[in-house]
Structures are given as structure tokens and as C-alpha cells.
């Protein structure tokens, strides 16, 4: 059996490889081809491995391959090598299952674009990078697929540099993640000058003998490593850089912005749950800033006007309830409803890219509505996968939500248990606002949008399809009152198996019912809420905006959070940058190189003095020079 | 047999003349004589050494410096003929474009 795992990493950087050789000699399909070919290959490997995976008895579910080594320093070996076990074959089957759908739809969405094979280069490049991170099975490797994935967002996001807005929340994701990287980075280097290497294996059976459990370094390092998953999955402090990363193309929010790279925190902190678990104190925090940031960035999209920001505060928030479970220990849970949030909202992304699409680049939810009769394949699909973040069951986002709810309750957490409902609430009225607004109503549309609107081609709704049947079978795998652990958590028990925080109670099945049906309640009354202020009374809506102004004012601005941080850290790091550049650099630095130059010509000024331009004078100094060697050996 | 010191004495004679003509005339084809002058006071010194030192090196050396001074030669008189072409001078004192 060989391990061909290995090449799923590789495939789409084949791809970038063959785009970059072949160049435009390619064509549109050529490209779409190539790209949407090396990560449907990828997906298919990622399918075999997964199905090897499970023929193996549960124990063995662990596969290591060394593709070579990287680099020795001393003792200290960094190798490229992946690991498959049931954690990053979940992963990688998403990563590539949702990126395949992305890049056939991005075939449609981007068909007019002249950079399309930029996009598809970076697309196919991102694939790589956030494979290699999910597969890496040591520190070193992981960080460098978390600082590609990184670098490709920032590209996407920036895509249509030409546009200002674009170009600075390019830069804005960025510079937030370096700030989570760095402390990912020193969080790398404190575990490993404690544990002495950086492959889990090895790093995580060390773990128990090296740190006391809840030990300063291990509380700190975990919370480094945390710092740096607050900046790549956007979470409290370090979110507000996801908002307005919708500058991208609209593909781009579904994959990385919604379905891929933001997870890779949440991923990261499971796959490191061998550590968290020795500190409590880190989890604690871990549980309070996902809801913190579940129930605040919940708050905020409820009041958004943007269709993109809307689902991108959606976004930010439903992360916060993957840190939620695991920071109460159900990292089985975290991972379940990082699954099923990729399947819908990377549709409901797609499904708002298939909107703006057909409204000539309207992305305004006051100028849409009434939408449903005239895109009814994307109105289906957007449905579908609204319901499902709702937490309706038979939905998977139903199973997932409940699964961290009930977890949080299980393990004592009734403060974040609660944070939970109040968002599951939200959620589900902030995503039927949304639904109201865009497909129900009257038409809001502008006469010129109104003129050209149209159903997205095949290649757009397909995958449409396709997500929204995922979004509704995709929970099934995690039932709940299942006896003995339902599948999806026996697929991951050898992973997250054992551990002192990993332990959540059992809950009798009467009051597992009881937090089943307070959730739906809940759900349902957001939805029902969300129906009566924007389709029946719409005069609620703007009546409360009048009455409450101040509330709506801040949720419209974001609680200015965006004003804060640019008066308390960007502007006094721009004027400090702006006087280092007018004192350092102008004075000093550029003072040392003029002043050299400066001593050179006056110095070559004296000395061009001798140079006459007669042959004459040449032959005097010459031979003048001559004597005076001579001299000089004469009386030596 | 002539002393060697008679030999040596009428070659740093020739070189001095040599490089006198060379540091004092204008004429750049003076100065290439003196050139070779000065070339040729050190093949004599090669000659006489080689002869009373009873070694065959010293005449060695100086067909090399014969050669270079040929080649010298070729090369010289052609920046000669062409500056003339130029300049219709061999006056060096006039030829003081190349300075700093």
C-alpha cells in the first residue's frame, strides 16, 4: 500500500508549476482545466487515503511519510514529512472537496476576468499551501502551509489591486496575521526549547513528562500558539481583518475566507490538543474569547448591510463556536462543526457570489429583494444552507451546534452554554434577515440591475447543488443520543483519544433532549423574529432603528472597534514609522552613505589635480615615483 | 676583456639620455626613441652580465625584450599615425584631452 497521500500537497502545486511554465498559451479552458483537474485529482487521492484509513484497525490509523529532509542543524532535524491519521484526512477531504467545488464555480464567476489565470495560479497555490498545513506532521512544516496560506489570502484578497479598498484589506489580513503568526512562531520555539522537537509524535508524548500540568511554560506556550490561531481564524482581538478581506473576489471569501484557511486555527488548536488539554487555564481562555467573539461578531451582523459582511461577521462568529468546544475540551465537536460550516458556508458564499453575479455587482441588501422567483436555483441553494446555519434539524448545522452545546453544558460551562444559545438565536435571525431581504419582499433592485438579471450558468449552479445536498447530509455522520458515540466521533477518538480535559459527561438522555429542544427553540424563534420585522411589518425595523439608535448606530459601525484600533496601535505606529523614517533613515542611514560620497570626491578633487591630460607630466610623476622607490630600498 | 663596470656605466648612460629625452621632448616619436633607447640600456646590461657571469640567461632576456619591444613598437607607431591623422600633430603637449 503505498502511501500516496504524500502527492495531495503536491498536485495543486504541480498545477501552479505547469500554469507558470505554459503560460497563456493555455487558453481560459486550458487553465480552467489544469486547476480544477490537480485538485479534483487531489480530492480523489484524499477519498482513497480516507477509505485505506478506515480499512485499518482504529489503533493503526496513523500513517508517516518522509517525502525527504528538509534541512540538519546538529541534532535537529527538519524533515518534509505528512501524517495521515482520521484528524487530517477529515481535513484534507473538505480542504479539497469544497476547493474542487470552488475552483468549477470560480470557472463561471471569474469567466470575464482578464487575470484569470492569475486567480487560478493563486487558487491552486493557496490549495497547496493549506494541504501542506493540514497534512504536516511536525511544527516546522505546518507553520510554513500556515504562512503560505497566509501569503495567498493576502493575494486574493488584494486580487483587484487596482481598487484602493482592495489593496488595503489586503494589507490590513496581512498584518493582523503576522501579529497571530508571531506568536504562533515563539510559541513553536518555546515548545521546542522545552520538549527538544517539533513533530507532534514526539513533541505531544513528551509533553506530560515535560510540562506540570497547568505549568507557566505550558500555559504560556499554549497561549502563543493561541495568539496565532486568534489571528488566522479571526477571533477576538484579532478579527477585524475578515470583514473587510470580502474585498476579494467572492470564490475566494467561500474557500479561504469561510470553508478553509480561517479553520486552519481551530484545526490547529485540535490538532494540539494534547498540550491545551495540560493547560486548563489556556482552554478557559480559549472558551471565553470563541464566545466572546461567537456572541459579538453575531451582534454586529445582525445589523450590516452588506450581503458579504453579513456572512463574513456570520463567519468570525460560528468560528467562535468551533474555539468554543474546544476550549471546553469537545474538540471532536469543534471539528464536526468546522466540517459541516464549510459545507454551508462556503454555499451560502457561493450562493451571495451567484446574487452579485446576477445583479451586476450589487452587493447592497437594501437594493435587492424579491429575488426568489427569478434565481431560483441559487434561491433553493441559499435556503438550504440557511436553514442549516440556523441549526434546524435535519441539517448539519443543527447536528454540529448542538453537539458544541451540549458539550459546553456537559462540562460545567453554563456561562458559555448560554453565550451559545443567545448566538444560535442571532444566527438564525441574522442569516433570515438576510434571506428576507435578498429573496423575499419587494424589489428593491436599481432599473439598470433589475435589466440584467439572470440565473448563473452551469458551472456555477452545479456546485451550488452539490454543497447544498452536503449542507443537508453532511450532519448525519454526528447524531446525537447516538449510544456509544456516534461515527463521527469514533472516527476521531484515536486522535483526540485520551488527555485529562478531553473528558465530557455523559448527560442523562432526558436532559440532552431538553438542550436539543432549547436550541431549536431558539433557532426557531430568530427565524420567526427575522421573518416578522422584515417581511410582514417592515415599519418594526425601521422603527426600532429610531427608537434604539444608539445600539443601532454602534452595530452599524462595528462598536467602532476599526476607529479603536487605528487611534490606539495603527496611527501611533504610522507616526512613529513616519519619524524613524525623517530622523533614522533620512538623517542617519542616508546621512552614512551621502557622507562617504561626499569624502570621495572631495578627496578625488585634490587628487584630479595631477591628472593633466599631458603625457609629459604623467612621464615625470612616473619617473619621479621610480626614483623615490629606489631611494627608499637604497637607504633600507 | 673589457671590465663590466665600462659596460654598466655606458648603460645607465643611455638609460639617464633616455629618460631625459623622454621626460624633456615633445615630439612623441622622440620619446618613442627614447623608449627603445631605454629598452636597449637595459638589454646591454643584461648582455654584460650574461657575459661575466659566464650564464646564457641574460641573452635569453633579451630576446624576450626584443620581442616586447617590437610589438611595442607596432602598437606605438600606430597610435602615432592614427593621433596624427586625427590631430595632424605628434606634439604630445597638444594631446591633453584625457584628464580628470
Known sequence: ?636 | MIPISWSLLLSAVLFTIGVVGVLVRRNAIVIFMSVELMLNAGNLAFVAFARHLNSIDGQVFVFFVMTVAAAEVAVGLAIIVNTFRLRESVFVDEINLLKG
Open chain 1, 1 to 636: 500500500m503505498p502511501p500516496l497521500f504524500a502527492l495531495i500537497p503536491a498536485l495543486p502545486l504541480a498545477g501552479v508549476a505547469l500554469s507558470l511554465l505554459l503560460g497563456d498559451r493555455l487558453g481560459k479552458r486550458g487553465t480552467a482545466w489544469l486547476a480544477c483537474g490537480v485538485v479534483g485529482l487531489a480530492f480523489l487521492l484524499a477519498v482513497r487515503a480516507a477509505l485505506q484509513l478506515a480499512g485499518l484497525p482504529a489503533q493503526d490509523r496513523e500513517i508517516h511519510v518522509t517525502a525527504w529532509t528538509w534541512f540538519r542543524v546538529g541534532d535537529f532535524r527538519a524533515n518534509v514529512s505528512f501524517v495521515l491519521d482520521p484528524l487530517s484526512a477529515v481535513m484534507a477531504l473538505v480542504v479539497t472537496g469544497v476547493g474542487f467545488l470552488i475552483h468549477v464555480y470560480s470557472t463561471g464567476y471569474m469567466a470575464h476576468d482578464p487575470s484569470f489565470r492569475r486567480f487560478f495560479l493563486y487558487l491552486n497555490l493557496f490549495m497547496f499551501a493549506m494541504l501542506t498545513l493540514v497534512l504536516a506532521d511536525n511544527f516546522l512544516l505546518m507553520f510554513v502551509g500556515w504562512e503560505g496560506v497566509g501569503l495567498c489570502s493576502y493575494l486574493l484578497i488584494g486580487f483587484w489591486y487596482e481598487r484602493p479598498a482592495a489593496a488595503e484589506a489586503g494589507k490590513k489580513a496581512f498584518v493582523m496575521n503576522r501579529i497571530g503568526d508571531f506568536g504562533f512562531l515563539l510559541g513553536m520555539i518555546t515548545l521546542f526549547s522545552f520538549g527538544g522537537s517539533l513533530d507532534y509524535d514526539r513533541l505531544f508524548a513528551a509533553a506530560p513528562h515535560v510540562f506540570a500540568l497547568g505549568s507557566a511554560a505550558i500555559t504560556c506556550a499554549t497561549l502563543l500558539l493561541f495568539l496565532g490561531a486568534t489571528g488566522k481564524s479571526a477571533q477576538l482581538p484579532l478579527y477585524t481583518w475578515l470583514p473587510d478581506a470580502m474585498e476579494g473576489p467572492t470564490p475566494v471569501s467561500a474557500l479561504i475566507h469561510a470553508a478553509t484557511m480561517v479553520t486552519a486555527g481551530v484545526y490547529m488548536v485540535a490538532r494540539c490538543h494534547a498540550l491545551f488539554t495540560l493547560a486548563p487555564a489556556t482552554l478557559e481562555v480559549v472558551a471565553v474569547i470563541g464566545a466572546a467573539t461567537a456572541l459579538l461578531a453575531a451582534t454586529i451582523g445582525v445589523a450590516q448591510n452588506d450581503i458579504k459582511r453579513v456572512l463574513a461577521y456570520s463567519t468570525v462568529s460560528q468560528l467562535g463556536y468551533m474555539f468554543m468546544a474546544c476550549g471546553v475540551g469537545a474538540f471532536t465537536a469543534g471539528i464536526f462543526h468546522l466540517m459541516t460550516h464549510a459545507f454551508f458556508k462556503a454555499l451560502l458564499f457561493l450562493g451571495a457570489g451567484s446574487v452579485i453575479h446576477a445583479l451586476s455587482n450589487e452587493q447592497d441588501l437594501r437594493r435587492m429583494g424579491g429575488l426568489a422567483e427569478r434565481l431560483p436555483w441559487t434561491h433553493r441553494t441559499m435556503l438550504v444552507a440557511t436553514i442549516a446555519i440556523a441549526g434546524i434539524p435535519p441539517l448539519a448545522g443543527f447536528f454540529s451546534k448542538d453537539e458544541i452545546l451540549h458539550d459546553a453544558f456537559a462540562s460545567g460551562h453554563f456561562g458559555v452554554w448560554l453565550v451559545g444559545i443567545v448566538g444560535a438565536l442571532l444566527t438564525a435571525f441574522y442569516m433570515f434577515r438576510l434571506y428576507a431581504l435578498a429573496f423575499r419582499g419587494p424589489s428593491r433592485l436599481t432599473p439598470e440591475a433589475d435589466h440584467h438579471v439572470h440565473e448563473s450558468p452551469p458551472s456555477m449552479v452545479v456546485p451550488l447543488v452539490i454543497l447544498a445536498v452536503l449542507s443537508i447530509v453532511g450532519g448525519w455522520v454526528g447524531p446525537p443520543l447516538a449510544p456509544g458515540g456516534n461515527p463521527f466521533h469514533r472516527w476521531l477518538t484515536p486522535v483526540f483519544a485520551g488527555g485529562p480535559g478531553a473528558a465530557v459527561r455523559e448527560l442523562a438522555p432526558g436532559t440532552e433532549i431538553m438542550l436539543i429542544a432549547l436550541s431549536v427553540v431558539a433557532a426557531l424563534a430568530g427565524i420567526g423574529l427575522a421573518f416578522r420585522v422584515y417581511l410582514q411589518r417592515p415599519a418594526i425595523a425601521a422603527d426600532l432603528e429610531r427608537r434604539f439608535s444608539g445600539v443601532y448606530r454602534a452595530l452599524l459601525n462595528k462598536y467602532w472597534v476599526d476607529e479603536l484600533y487605528d487611534a490606539a496601535v495603527v496611527g501611533p505606529v504610522y507616526r512613529a514609522a513616519q519619524r524613524l523614517w525623517r530622523f533614522w533613515d533620512e538623517k542617519i542611514v542616508d546621512g552614512i552613505v551621502n557622507g562617504i560620497g561626499y569624502t570621495l570626491e572631495g578627496v578625488s578633487a585634490v587628487l584630479r589635480l595631477f591628472q593633466t591630460g599631458f603625457v609629459g607630466t604623467y612621464a615625470l610623476f612616473f619617473t619621479l615615483g621610480v626614483l623615490a622607490v629606489l631611494l627608499f630600498f637604497a637607504r633600507h
